[in-house]
């Protein structure tokens, strides 16, 4: 039970309690549920589902790092620490957000305004997953020229 009661901020229906079992599979096996891609438009039910997610996650101890939607290659990949590396003599890796949210869960809102360089870059590492867990086939290929979409 989150703080916000059973039955969910007020004004929700009866979907509440599947929306808090999805939030709380999620925490559970992230690579097994594939995500949650959460559809709502902003407003009071989308901020109080990622309340509580965020509430549950750190219940559990759980990393979840937010990704910015014009976040730069170079930030969520990693790469050459410049301030540390002058200063060491030496070259410094600086991990990237990905690497940072390594057994956590990286927090992407309004995924549709990703920078295209930064989602041809997520985009590999989906398909890494997807072969993972058997999911390949259920990617519309004939699609994937122009724009990726899941099934």
């Known amino acids: 039970m ?7 901020p007020e004004g929700i229906d ?13 925490l559970i096996d992230p ?3 594939g995500g949650v891609h959460l559809r709502a438009h902003p407003g009071p039910v989308r ?8 509430e549950m996650a750190a219940d559990a101890g759980i990393i979840i790092r937010p990704c910015p939607g014009q976040i730069s290659q170079e930030a969520l990949a990693g790469g050459l620490d410049l301030i540390a590396t ?4 030496k070259p410094v890796h600086s991990p990237g957000l990905l690497a940072q949210a390594d057994g956590g869960l ?6 549709d305004r ?5 989602a041809g870059q997520m985009l590999p590492r989906l398909i890494v997953l997807m072969h993972a867990l058997g999911w390949w086939p259920l990617m519309n290929m004939k699609r994937m020229k122009s724009q990726p979409r899941w099934c």
């Open 14 to 26: 009866h979907r509440w309690p599947d929306a808090m079992t999805a939030a709380a599979l999620l």
């Open 47 to 54: 901020d109080a589902w990622l309340a509580a997610l965020l």
């Open 86 to 89: 002058l200063k060491s003599g």
């Open 2 to 8: 989150t703080a916000l009661g059973d039955d969910g």
């Open 106 to 111: 990286v927090l992407l809102r309004m995924a």
């Open 114 to 118: 990703l920078l295209p360089s930064v």
């Open 31 to 33: 690579v097994g549920l």
